[in-house]
C-alpha cells in the first residue's frame, strides 16, 4: 500500500516556516478490531473521505491504518464532527472508538512536524511499506497471481470449519462445513501482503471467489456435503454468476450457503438489497456474516429472505445481567434462535453460553475440539434449511 508519511513531513516542515491557517487531524484506526480486513477498512474511511471531499480537505494514507487529513481551520470542527459521528457508530457495534489528534497548524505547527518526523522515521526501514510504494508493482502482482490462479487447483489454499448444531449436546451434528480461502496462505505463496494493499486485496478475493465456485462443482462430484461460502457482492452481482449457477448439474440450493458481509450490509445497502433480491430469486440459502452482537437490533429488522445471522462471539455475553440480558433475550426471539450462529467460539465457556442463551448453532476453534472425532457431514434435509418447502429449493 503506498503511504505518505515522506509527502506529510514536506507539508509540516513548510507549515512550520509559515503558519497556514489550517488544521491537521490525524484519525488512527490501528485499535479498531477486523482493521486489518480491507473491505472493513475501507468502509471507515469511504465515510471519512465523504466528507474530507466536501471540504475539499487534503488527505495522506499512512502505515498502520492511519490516516492525516489537512482541512481549512474553519473546517476542522466539521470534519472532526464527522471522525466523532464514526466513532459513536463504533462503539454502538461493540468497538473501541477511533483515536484522534487535532494540530493546530498556524498557531502550534511544531508537535505536527514531531509528529510527522517520527512516523516517516517508524516506516523508513520497513520493507512492507518500502515494496508497496510503485502503484505498478500492485498491477504487476496482480496480473501474476490472476495467471497462476486462473487455472490452478486452489485446494491447498482452502480451510475448512464446521458449523455444528448442538440442539442435543450429547450428539451434535453438523449443519454445514464452512470452506474459506486463507489468505495468509496466498500471501506466503506469492510473497505479497495483499492487506496492505486494498485494491489489489479486492482483486484477487474477485478471483478468489470465481475459482472457489469452480471448485465446489468437482468438490460435489466428491461428497455429498453441505457446505457454506463467503462470497463478495460484485461476484453476486455480477454477469456471469448466475449463468455459472445455472449451468451447474449439482443441487447447490440444497448443498450450498451463501455468506454475504455485514459490513458490505451496511456499507452498500441498496447493492446489498440486489443481491438479496438475485438470491431469493434463485431460492437460494443466505446468511450474513460476522455480525456484532450489538448490532442484532438492526438484524431483527432485516429480511427474513436471511436465512441464518452469524454473530460474532464476545466475551461480554458471557457476563451480561439484568437489563442487557432482556434485552438480548428480546432481540433473539424476535429474530428466532434457529437462525443464529453463534460463530468464533474459542472455548467450551462460549458453547455453554450460547447454549444458555437458547443459541444451538455454533462455530469456532472451541467447537472443534468438542468433536473428539470426525463426523460427517449430515446430507441435506429435502425441505428447505429453515423448515419450509423450497420455492424450487433455496440457497
Given at each position: 500500500?503506498?503511504?505518505?508519511?515522506?509527502?506529510?513531513?514536506?507539508?509540516?516542515?513548510?507549515a512550520a516556516e509559515e503558519h497556514p491557517d489550517?488544521?491537521?487531524?490525524?484519525?488512527?484506526?490501528?485499535?479498531?478490531?477486523?482493521?486489518?480486513?480491507?473491505?472493513?477498512?475501507?468502509?471507515?474511511?469511504?465515510?471519512?473521505?465523504?466528507?474530507?471531499?466536501?471540504?475539499?480537505?487534503?488527505?495522506?494514507?499512512?502505515?498502520?491504518?492511519?490516516?492525516?487529513?489537512?482541512?481549512?481551520?474553519?473546517?476542522?470542527?466539521?470534519?472532526?464532527?464527522?471522525?466523532?459521528?464514526?466513532?459513536?457508530?463504533?462503539?454502538?457495534?461493540?468497538k473501541p472508538p477511533i483515536q484522534e489528534t487535532?494540530?493546530?497548524?498556524?498557531?502550534?505547527?511544531?508537535?505536527?512536524?514531531?509528529?510527522?518526523?517520527?512516523?516517516?522515521?517508524?516506516?523508513?526501514?520497513?520493507?512492507?511499506?518500502?515494496?508497496?510504494?510503485?502503484?505498478?508493482?500492485?498491477?504487476?502482482?496482480?496480473?501474476?497471481?490472476?495467471?497462476?490462479?486462473?487455472?490452478?487447483?486452489?485446494?491447498?489454499?482452502?480451510?475448512?470449519?464446521a458449523i455444528v448444531d448442538l440442539s442435543d449436546?450429547?450428539?451434535?451434528?453438523?449443519?454445514?462445513?464452512?470452506?474459506?480461502?486463507?489468505?495468509?496462505?496466498?500471501?506466503?505463496?506469492?510473497?505479497?501482503?495483499?492487506?496492505?494493499?486494498?485494491?489489489?486485496?479486492?482483486?484477487?478475493?474477485?478471483?478468489?471467489?470465481?475459482?472457489?465456485?469452480?471448485?465446489?462443482?468437482?468438490?460435489?462430484?466428491?461428497?455429498?456435503?453441505?457446505?457454506?461460502?463467503?462470497?463478495?457482492?460484485?461476484?453476486?452481482?455480477?454477469?456471469?454468476?448466475?449463468?455459472?449457477?445455472?449451468?451447474?448439474?449439482?443441487?447447490?440450493?440444497?448443498?450450498?450457503?451463501?455468506?454475504?458481509?455485514?459490513?458490505?450490509?451496511?456499507?452498500?445497502?441498496?447493492?446489498?438489497?440486489?443481491?438479496?433480491?438475485?438470491?431469493?430469486?434463485?431460492?437460494?440459502?443466505?446468511?450474513?456474516?460476522?455480525?456484532?452482537?450489538?448490532?442484532?437490533?438492526?438484524?431483527?429488522?432485516?429480511?427474513?429472505?436471511?436465512?441464518?445471522?452469524?454473530?460474532?462471539?464476545?466475551?461480554?455475553?458471557?457476563?451480561?445481567?439484568?437489563?442487557?440480558?432482556?434485552?438480548?433475550?428480546?432481540?433473539?426471539?424476535?429474530?428466532?434462535?434457529?437462525?443464529?450462529?453463534?460463530?468464533?467460539?474459542?472455548?467450551?465457556?462460549?458453547?455453554?453460553?450460547?447454549?444458555?442463551?437458547?443459541?444451538?448453532?455454533?462455530?469456532?476453534?472451541?467447537?472443534?475440539?468438542?468433536?473428539?472425532?470426525?463426523?460427517?457431514?449430515?446430507?441435506?434435509?429435502?425441505?428447505?434449511?429453515?423448515?419450509?418447502?423450497?420455492?424450487?429449493?433455496?440457497?
Open positions: 500500500m503506498r503511504t505518505r508519511e515522506a509527502d506529510l513531513l514536506a507539508l509540516a516542515v513548510k489550517a488544521t491537521a487531524l490525524l484519525v488512527d484506526l490501528s485499535h479498531v478490531p477486523h482493521i486489518d480486513d480491507p473491505a472493513f477498512f475501507r468502509v471507515l474511511v469511504g465515510r471519512l473521505q465523504e466528507r474530507a471531499r466536501q471540504l475539499d480537505a487534503q488527505r495522506f494514507d499512512l502505515a498502520d491504518h492511519r490516516i492525516c487529513f489537512v482541512v481549512r481551520t474553519s473546517d476542522a470542527a466539521t470534519l472532526e464532527t464527522a471522525v466523532k459521528s464514526l466513532s459513536s457508530l463504533l462503539v454502538a457495534h461493540g487535532r494540530f493546530a497548524l498556524q498557531t502550534r505547527p511544531e508537535p505536527f512536524l514531531t509528529a510527522c518526523r517520527e512516523m516517516a522515521k517508524a516506516v523508513e526501514n520497513r520493507p512492507d511499506f518500502r515494496a508497496e510504494d510503485d502503484d505498478g508493482r500492485a498491477l504487476a502482482a496482480f496480473l501474476a497471481i490472476e495467471r497462476n490462479l486462473a487455472a490452478a487447483d486452489i485446494s491447498n489454499l482452502l480451510r475448512e470449519q449436546p450429547a450428539a451434535p451434528s453438523i449443519l454445514a462445513i464452512e470452506i474459506f480461502t486463507s489468505i495468509q496462505a496466498v500471501q506466503t505463496l506469492y510473497g505479497i501482503p495483499l492487506t496492505r494493499n486494498p485494491w489489489l486485496f479486492d482483486r484477487v478475493t474477485e478471483i478468489l471467489d470465481r475459482r472457489m465456485l469452480l471448485h465446489l462443482s468437482r468438490d460435489r462430484a466428491q461428497t455429498d456435503r453441505r457446505l457454506s461460502i463467503n462470497i463478495h457482492l460484485s461476484t453476486v452481482l455480477s454477469d456471469s454468476f448466475e449463468t455459472f449457477l445455472l449451468d451447474q448439474r449439482f443441487d447447490w440450493r440444497r448443498h450450498l450457503i451463501f455468506e454475504l458481509s455485514h459490513i458490505e450490509m451496511i456499507d452498500a445497502p441498496d447493492r446489498f438489497a440486489a443481491a438479496l433480491r438475485r438470491f431469493t430469486d434463485l431460492e437460494a440459502t443466505v446468511a450474513v456474516d460476522a455480525v456484532p452482537w450489538t448490532s442484532l437490533a438492526h438484524m431483527a429488522e432485516a429480511s427474513s429472505d436471511i436465512r441464518f445471522i452469524k454473530v460474532e462471539w464476545a466475551p461480554d455475553l458471557a457476563s451480561l445481567d439484568g437489563d442487557a440480558r432482556t434485552r438480548l433475550t428480546e432481540m433473539l426471539d424476535r429474530i428466532g434462535r434457529d437462525r443464529i450462529v453463534l460463530h468464533h467460539c474459542p472455548d467450551e465457556a462460549a458453547i455453554e453460553t450460547a447454549l444458555a442463551l437458547g443459541i444451538h448453532l455454533v462455530q469456532g476453534w472451541g467447537v472443534d475440539a468438542r468433536l473428539s472425532h470426525p463426523v460427517a457431514a449430515e446430507k441435506p434435509a429435502t425441505t428447505a434449511p429453515h423448515g419450509r418447502k423450497p420455492r424450487s429449493q433455496r440457497r
